[in-house]
């Protein structure tokens, strides 16, 4: 079992940033890649941005590149969001997820969210 958990979420105004992220244990050692979703009240879940844990190869969805950067401490197996320039479209709740294999469409663990309300 891998245990995901949150934190950085919070108020802030258009134009600004904020950093999540998401602390990884347990079973650590078996997670392949770990990726950022968010999901906004009345809309299906998004994927924002992925990495490897071991490589650092990232992916990112078009709706977030050039404002999102996702990273990885592997010592503290620790997984960020530098979120940027951020838009009132940008609140929703943010969800860290982590995966057993390179297919990047199966994720087998996922946090609990952290909420990111963006003011205009």
């Known amino acids: 079992q891998v245990q995901l958990e949150e934190s950085g979420g919070g108020l802030v105004q258009a134009g600004g940033s904020l950093r999540l992220s998401c602390a990884a244990s347990?079973?650590?050692?078996?997670?392949?890649?770990m990726g950022w979703f968010r999901q906004a009240p009345g809309k299906d879940r998004e994927f924002l941005a992925r990495v490897t844990w071991r490589g650092g190869a990232t992916v990112y969805a078009d709706s977030v590149k050039g404002r999102f950067a996702i990273s990885r401490d592997n010592a503290k197996n620790t997984v960020y969001l530098q979120m940027n320039s951020l838009k009132p479209e940008d609140t929703a709740v943010y969800y860290c997820?982590?995966?057993?294999?390179?297919?990047?469409?199966?994720?087998?663990?996922w946090g609990q969210g952290t909420q990111v309300t963006v003011s205009s």
């Open positions: 347990g079973r650590t050692f078996s997670v392949y890649g």
């Open positions: 997820a982590a995966r057993l294999s390179v297919d990047p469409n199966s994720w087998n663990y």
